[in-house]
């Protein structure tokens, strides 16, 4: 085989649940454990992945069991294995791949569990920046504040669902949880962010998850302000940037 006709052939085979095919093994070293030592091989590149999903969902791991999560994690590893070199954020298409399976369909909240867990990884490993400090707001005259824009730091992620899933991630946050919860009492807007060194996830009102998705998208704060007060008229802007203006969730305008 050419090296990359080999590479090819042995990267399949690692993914497949099959005997490699002899010309794969032929072209390994012939001392009749070939066999073998691929099969640890491919055991170990399962397994260390599968632990990375792991890590990476525990509360997934936990809503369908630990031996459910390592067959998931399997086929998982076998249909998306890493395309980095490190594994700090892999396992960005479990939620989409939780959703396929038909076992699942039934439990439609896992997604979006996942998606929350995935963006608290993401948030943990996004860039530091300095947060928006008080004398860059009161420098400026009070009349030009609504006209202007803010930026999130940059580990913010939004996240939407029909589901309680904050409360559900919540509640699985202790080992013992004992809070039963109904799905009905979705939906859910939650907001996860790491304004310092610690990843925060918030549950935010309608109106506050509306501002801070036009904020992000780059409108100014009276626009972003307008669409909050059409969907949630009881929103209090004053309040919101009393909690959030200098906390870290903003770092420039």
Known sequence: MSLADLQRSFCDALRSPNAP????????????????????????????NGD?????????????GDSAFRILATAYVREYPPMERALLVYGKDFPNF??????????????????????WTVAYHAEDVDRLEEHQITELPAEKFELLRLRPHPSMCLLHSEYPVYR?????????????????????????????????????SIGAFTLFQRLG?????????????????????????????FDGTFCSL
């Open 21 to 48: 095919p002899d010309a794969l093994l032929d072209e390994l070293l012939e001392d009749g454990l070939a066999l073998q030592r691929f099969n640890v091989y491919r055991n170990n590149f399962i397994v260390l």
């Open 52 to 64: 990375a999903l792991a890590e990476m969902y525990p509360v997934i791991k936990r809503l369908i």
């Open 98 to 119: 939780l959703a396929s399976i038909p076992e699942l369909s039934e439990l439609h909240y896992l997604q979006d569990v996942a998606r929350l867990e995935y963006a």
């Open 168 to 204: 559900i991630w919540e509640a699985n946050q202790s080992e013992d949880p004992e809070e039963v919860i109904s799905l009905d009492d979705g939906p859910s807007h939650v907001v996860i962010i790491r304004p310092g060194t610690r990843v925060e996830t918030r549950e935010a």
């Open 217 to 245: 998208s780059g409108e100014t704060i009276g626009d972003a302000y307008n669409a909050a007060i059409q969907i949630e008229p009881a929103f209090n802007l004053e309040l919101f940037f009393s909690q959030h203006l």
